[in-house]
């Protein structure tokens, strides 16, 4: 449905998107993640046909948006960073006003602002200026005016920025109902935003692309079979941290042995393995042999948040190679 080839765009010597591909399918809802600065705002709007790209080409529904854009517009609902409303209209009047603008023929009109009043739970705000809503209201009108013409793309660029947490949830809740019919790509640079909302995730940093996958496939990518907490016991100092880390890297198959906490004498570590070994029997085994008391043991998932900064560590890091290569 959306499909990006070589993507670049540079404004005067900054290069804001830099040669980055991705294709999202029909119905899917895609998170696109990245940092400030990232180059989301400027994918979105070279996508909606706002900006042309510098090289490189973007389509949606298989129409070019260089060489058809007046298609890709029909097929696309936009949500820039800044909702395009006029605060002197009021709700339904400017909800009237876009329907007429994006051709929605006048004998429809009433019934998909009816509809989108009510898929946006603006209904009661109908008869108020815009100027006089609330962020989240107008937030929400700002969708609204987004889906009015039914499009078959929704193009939403950070949809919950300044909301409170219920309006989130709200905002949340209605994109998963569009999900389906719609193909959905929000921006985002917060995580819990895409793995709350999102099956796939584009990840960009500093205009490049660093990595897309599925959300939970992203999750699983960075580490290996598993990492467990473990808790135990120390009882007046006995055993000391050290001593169990040191018997826990000497598990067969940890990679890493990181201490977590030393509370309530608790101690507590996130043991990671390589990838595709189970070690959490053999973990067990090692401290009970030991003769200490294993309070807890069990398995953790690595939050997008580790792997977005593991993946865009890593991407400094070959950037460095390449620098400290140029310069020898
Ligand atoms: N009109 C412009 N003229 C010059 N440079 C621009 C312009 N718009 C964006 N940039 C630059 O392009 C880069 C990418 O900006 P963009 O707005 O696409 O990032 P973003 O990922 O949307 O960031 P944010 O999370 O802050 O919205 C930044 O370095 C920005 O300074
Ligand atoms: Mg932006």
Known sequence: MIKVEGLTKRYARTVAVDNISFEVEKGQIVGFLGPNGAGKTTTMRVLTCFLPPTAGSASVAGFDVLEHPLEVK????????????????????????????????????????????????????????????????????????????????????????????????????????????????????ILSEVEHSCEHVIIINQGKLVAIDSVANLTNRLRGAEAVAVVVDSDGGRPNASDVQQRLEQVPGVSRVVMKDTRDSRLCFEVESLQGRQVRADVARSVVNAGWALNEL????????????????AEQTEAQKVQEGASK
């Open 74 to 189: 029909k097929r696309i609902g936009y949500l820039p960073e800044t909702p395009p409303l006029y605060p002197e209209m009021e709700v339904t009047e400017y909800l009237r006003f876009v329907g007429k603008l994006k051709g929605i023929p006048s004998g429809d009109i009433g019934r998909r602002v009816d509809d989108v009043l009510g898929r946006c739970a603006i209904g009661d705000v109908r008869n108020k200026l815009i100027g006089k809503l609330s962020k989240g209201y107008r937030q929400r009108v700002g969708l609204a005016q987004a889906i009015i013409h039914n499009p078959d793309v929704l193009v939403l660029d950070e949809p919950t920025s300044g909301l409170d947490p219920k309006q989130i949830i709200e905002i949340r809740e209605l994109l998963k109902s569009l999900a389906g019919e719609h193909t959905i790509i929000l921006s985002t640079h």
């Open 298 to 313: 069990r398995p953790v998932g690595l939050s997008l948040e580790d792997v977005f900064l593991q993946l865009t560590a």
